[in-house]
């Protein structure tokens, strides 16, 4: 089982961005998928988790309403639109199989929030 994460960079508040996750190793379409982060010093947190059946995704109270997560069965691929970033939202962000702790992790990719 691989990820590679894919979009992050530099914004300005109040920009966006667009997160790739690829993923390989198994059949995507039968997992429920989750996006994390890492900000510097804290630890890695879940921040949203998109369905199997009907792609639909929940979100912690701090990204809700700003991020909108969605996936691509037939390409593998997991997405996550990130609009009215904040200085809070600098982090690595990863993607992974819901609930499935043993998968290692991907290099994650790195978004900086930042005037």
């Known amino acids: 089982v691989q990820y590679a994460e894919s979009g992050g960079g530099l914004v300005h508040p109040g920009g966006s961005l667009r997160l790739s996750c690829t993923a390989s190793?198994?059949?995507?379409?039968?997992?429920?998928m989750s996006w994390y982060r890492q900000a510097p010093g804290k630890e890695r947190e879940l921040i949203a988790t998109t369905m199997d059946r009907d792609g639909t995704t929940r979100y912690i109270d701090a990204v809700r309403g700003r991020f909108a997560g969605s996936r691509d069965d037939a390409r593998s691929t997991l997405y996550l639109r990130m609009n009215s970033l904040k200085p809070e939202d600098t982090a690595v962000y990863y993607c992974?199989?819901?609930?499935?702790?043993?998968?290692?992790w991907g290099q994650g990719t790195q978004d900086t929030v930042s005037a």
């Open positions: 992974k199989r819901a609930l499935y702790d043993s998968d290692t």
């Open positions: 190793g198994f059949r995507f379409a039968g997992y429920i």
